[in-house]
Nanobody, 126 residues
Framework: QVQLVESGGGSVQAGGSLRLSCAAS????????MGWFRQAPGKEREGVAR???????MYLDYVKGRFTISKDNAKNTLYLQMNSLQPEDAAMYYC????????????????????WGQGTQVTVSS
């Protein structure tokens, strides 16, 4: 059974940092495209960061230079390091997996992703 479990969310003041984790089971994480998505109240879900099976990455323009996606294949875990957090970053963050080794180029909402975690909440106060 494929399962993704996020953790690491919480509340932080503007300018602070958080590291989100996504523990995968039921498959080898390194073989899939992996992504982080977020959704705030009243807004559409959007892709934040994605990583191909070969380690190539891509980011939402707004988070470039502040967020970093990474993975630890030995632990079968995906991470999202978030620095310089702003109130606009507050959202529910989701980890997702796509069976493709290379992440789809045109899928900003993550509709082609096959597996999703339950989400972890991030709040940012100013």
């Amino acid at each position: 059974q494929v399962q993704l479990v996020e953790s690491g969310g919480g509340s932080v003041q503007a300018g602070g940092s958080l590291r989100l984790s996504c523990a995968a089971s039921g498959y080898i994480l390194s073989s899939y495209c992996m992504g982080w998505f977020r959704q705030a109240p009243g807004k559409e879900r959007e892709g934040v960061a994605r990583m191909d099976s070969d380690g190539s990455t891509m980011y939402l323009d707004y988070v470039k230079g502040r967020f970093t996606i990474s993975k630890d294949n030995a632990k079968n875990t995906l991470y999202l390091q978030m620095n310089s957090l702003q109130p606009e970053d507050a959202a529910m963050y989701y980890c997702a997996a796509n069976r493709f080794g290379n992440c789809p180029k045109l899928d900003p909402r993550g509709r082609t992703y096959n597996y999703w975690g339950q989400g972890t909440q991030v709040t940012v106060s100013s």
